[in-house]
DNA sequence: GTCAAGAAAATTATCGATATTTTTTATAAC
DNA sequence: GTTATAAAAAATATCGATAATTTTCTTGAC
């Protein structure tokens, strides 16, 4: 028999609608993931009526949550002719990982200026639940890879939760998840080339030392990290801006 | 007699609906233009069933509009409660004068470096538009206001058409929009206080002549400007962060 | 008067049906 | 074979009806 459309799926008790209210937020964060992961191919059309059966929605709560996904600059659309994934291309990453740095080291740098006892106790914690994945890493690749994008973001915002600036914050998480789609394909190749937990970890003793300079460049070696791991990968010759 | 609802207003000849393929992005525009001028008041209640009347438009189409707003930070939402007029504050125009300062020089030096024979005919060519509507600004203030806002605009995309960064570009874009709304409301006040004709005259001469630092230099003091008069205008003290 | 609980009203969220547009396929002329 | 045109199919955009939720109003106890 035919699985029963969730009316209000976010008020059952599937995992992947924690914390949506609506069912427009619901495949809203549906979408975003598989956007980012991948399931959904970069520049691949977005048909309203698959998706519809796939995610189980209405068209106009699906094109909703589509028009959501435009503000993150994950998909793109055009009037009457409907939406794709956003492409991905070297340039793209280069653009946004110049852009990246950017914000993420002045968000860094007055998170550390403003920053109280609260704000350090956040750091260490994401820290710690950002290790404890990393533990399981090596060995169910697979399996932890959600948790270990999940706690690394969170490690990073609560790096930057003291500062004041929305603006920079939003542009700041904007940015983070368009790399996150560039990070994915190349996460294996990454793995083990890269020592991730030791360049986290020397970011927050910089950070929690108060050395904004030295943490901002960490952080910005960090992400140049991203964009050369993906373009070794590509073996496409690349130069990072500074 | 009624007037019927335009089902594709995009086709009609209707002055607002300029450009717009759809009736949501028709809808998108009018609300936009609403909301920056001020006649949908910061903070205000967006109800559907009202607006719908008000534009002629479903509800599923008036909520794609909201959520495409939503991407302008013009609008916020919070689920099963609905959408607001995003609010306004001298801290956020604070915040949005320094980002935008940042994205505005960081556009135009990459533009100054790129720019050929076309941008700099297109500069020059959308200053004399700007000049034109300045004529009829100091008479008829009210009816070409708009004129204005869409010229100076146009003029400032102008000087920046060259920078090859699309974040950046859409960064200063989304800025843009949120201080217009703040100028809007100090329009009367810095009228004849600010020789802008001239700020604008000497950051185009800068930037044809490639001197990017002065060209930067006069255009963060352009930015700031909004901000000292929109800050004048409510008798507030401010610091403008360099 | 204030608070609480329940009923009524208002509002948001959701859906699937229908109108409109775009894309594909088929046919015909050159 | 290529191009142009017309018909058919597929897809997008739009609407108003209905379900679910929030807000307001009413009533009653203290």
């Keep these: 028999m035919e699985e029963s459309a969730p009316r209000m799926a976010a008020a059952s008790g599937d995992a992947l609608s924690e914390g949506a209210k609506t069912l427009n937020e619901y495949a809203y964060q549906r979408l975003r993931k598989d956007i980012i992961s991948g399931v959904l191919a970069p520049g691949s059309k977005l048909r309203i009526e698959h998706l519809r059966a796939?995610?189980?929605?209405?068209?106009?709560?699906?094109?909703?949550?589509?028009?959501?996904?435009?503000?993150?600059?994950?998909?793109?659309?055009?009037?009457?002719?409907?939406?794709?994934?956003?492409?991905?291309?070297?340039?793209?990453?280069?653009?946004?990982?110049?852009?990246?740095?950017?914000?993420?080291?002045?968000?860094?740098?007055?998170?550390?200026?403003?920053?109280?006892?609260?704000?350090?106790?956040?750091?260490?914690?994401?820290?710690?639940?950002?290790?404890?994945?990393?533990?399981?890493?090596?060995?169910?690749?697979?399996?932890?890879?959600?948790?270990?994008?999940?706690?690394?973001?969170?490690?990073?915002?609560?790096?930057?939760?003291?500062?004041?600036?929305?603006?920079?914050?939003?542009?700041?998480?904007?940015?983070?998840?368009?790399?996150?789609?560039?990070?994915r394909f190349s996460l294996v190749a990454m793995n083990g080339r890269r020592d991730v937990h030791a360049e986290h970890q020397a970011i927050m003793e910089a950070t929690l030392a108060r050395n904004a300079d030295l943490a901002c460049r960490l952080t910005e070696d960090h992400i140049d990290n991203t964009l050369l791991s993906m373009t070794h990968m590509l073996e496409i010759p690349v130069t990072v801006a500074r």
Tied chains: 1, 2.
């Excluded at 409907?82 to 993420?104: C, E, H, N, Y």
């Excluded at 399996?143 to 004041?164: M, S």
Aim: with cysteine.
């Design 54 to 183: 796939t995610y189980q929605v209405g068209s106009s709560t699906l094109r909703e949550a589509l028009t959501l996904l435009l503000a993150d600059a994950l998909v793109i659309a055009e009037g009457q002719r409907g939406f794709w994934v956003a492409p991905i291309s070297i340039d793209d990453l280069q653009d946004i990982t110049r852009m990246r740095k950017m914000m993420a080291t002045l968000a860094l740098r007055e998170s550390i200026k403003n920053g109280d006892d609260e704000w350090e106790a956040g750091i260490v914690a994401a820290f710690h639940r950002l290790s404890r994945v990393e533990d399981r890493l090596a060995a169910e690749a697979a399996e932890v890879a959600d948790d270990w994008e999940d706690r690394n973001r969170e490690f990073h915002e609560a790096a930057i939760a003291a500062c004041t600036s929305r603006w920079t914050r939003h542009f700041r998480a904007i940015l983070y998840s368009q790399s996150e789609r560039y990070r």
